[in-house]
C-alpha cells in the first residue's frame, strides 16, 4: 500500500527540492566562474623597455602624450597594471612618442582602452583609420600582426599620426566586437586573458600631403618593429605574442 505524504510532511519535501535545486545552481556558478592563469613573474615594462633603441633616445622631458584611458578622470576600473609613455628622439630631430599598457586581467566591463575612442573622449576628431599589417610577428601564429593607422585633429588643427595594436590573449584584434567575443569565449573555457596596447603616434602640420603621410608611418613602424626586437623575451611576449 502506498503511503502518501500529507501537510507539514509534503511542506517538508518540496522545501527539501528546492533547496537541492538552489544548492545545484550555486556549484554549477562556482564550477563555471574563470580561473585566473596569470604569470608568475610579471616583466616591469618601465625597465626593461629600453631608453635606447638603433639611432633613437628617450627624452629626459618628454612630450606630453594623449591620454591611454577614454577621459581624464580617474577611473577605478582601469585596465592597466603596467604602463609606460615616453618620447624618442633620433639624431635627425624626429621624434616619436611611445605608449605600452598592459592589463593582467582583461573583462568585458575592463579592457584595453581603443585608441579611436580615447582620442575624440580628449578632444580630437578622428578623420582617417584603417587596418594595417606591422613588420612584426607574433610568436604564437607566426603572422604579421595586425593594427591600425590612424590619423587625429585636434581642437587646433594640428595633426596627430597613430600606429597602434591591441593584443587580447594570443589574438590581435582589430575591432570591439571581436574583442568582446574573445574574451567570452575565454571566460566560457575557464580562462581570465590579459591584454596589451602598443602606440606610438607623432605630430605633424595640418598641411603635411599624403605622402610625406606614409613616410611618417613607416618611420614610426619602423621605431615599434625595432623596439620589440630590443626587449627580453620575457618583454616580447608581452608586446606580440
Request: glycine share 6%; hydrophobic share 40%.
Amino acid at each position: 500500500m502506498t503511503t502518501m505524504l500529507s501537510g507539514p510532511w509534503r511542506i517538508h519535501a518540496r522545501t527539501w527540492v528546492l533547496a537541492s535545486i538552489l544548492c545545484g545552481a550555486a556549484v554549477a556558478a562556482r564550477l563555471a566562474q574563470p580561473t585566473l592563469h596569470e604569470q608568475a613573474n610579471e616583466p616591469q615594462l618601465e625597465t626593461s623597455i629600453p631608453n635606447k633603441i638603433g639611432d633613437w633616445a628617450a627624452l629626459a622631458s618628454p612630450l606630453t602624450q594623449v591620454s591611454i584611458t577614454q577621459g581624464n578622470e580617474p577611473d577605478i576600473n582601469q585596465p592597466y597594471d603596467q604602463s609606460v609613455l615616453r618620447t624618442y628622439a633620433d639624431n635627425q630631430g624626429h621624434q616619436i612618442g611611445v605608449a605600452v599598457a598592459w592589463g593582467k586581467h582583461q573583462r568585458q566591463e575592463v579592457k584595453i582602452h581603443r585608441p579611436e575612442l580615447c582620442y575624440p573622449a580628449q578632444g580630437y576628431a578622428v578623420k582617417n583609420i584603417q587596418d594595417h599589417t606591422f613588420g612584426v610577428t607574433s610568436s604564437t601564429s607566426q603572422q604579421a600582426i595586425i593594427g591600425k593607422r590612424m590619423i587625429a585633429l585636434d581642437r587646433n588643427g594640428s595633426m596627430e599620426v597613430v600606429s597602434y595594436w591591441i593584443r587580447i590573449g594570443s589574438i590581435y584584434s582589430d575591432s570591439a566586437f571581436k574583442t568582446r567575443m574573445h574574451i567570452l569565449q575565454e571566460g566560457l573555457a575557464g580562462r581570465v586573458t590579459d591584454g596589451l596596447l602598443m602606440r606610438v603616434s607623432q605630430k605633424v602640420p595640418a598641411s603635411t600631403e599624403p605622402s610625406q603621410l606614409e613616410s611618417v608611418f613607416q618611420r614610426q613602424e619602423q621605431f615599434a618593429a625595432d623596439l620589440v626586437r630590443s626587449v627580453t623575451p620575457a618583454t616580447r611576449d608581452l608586446l606580440a605574442r
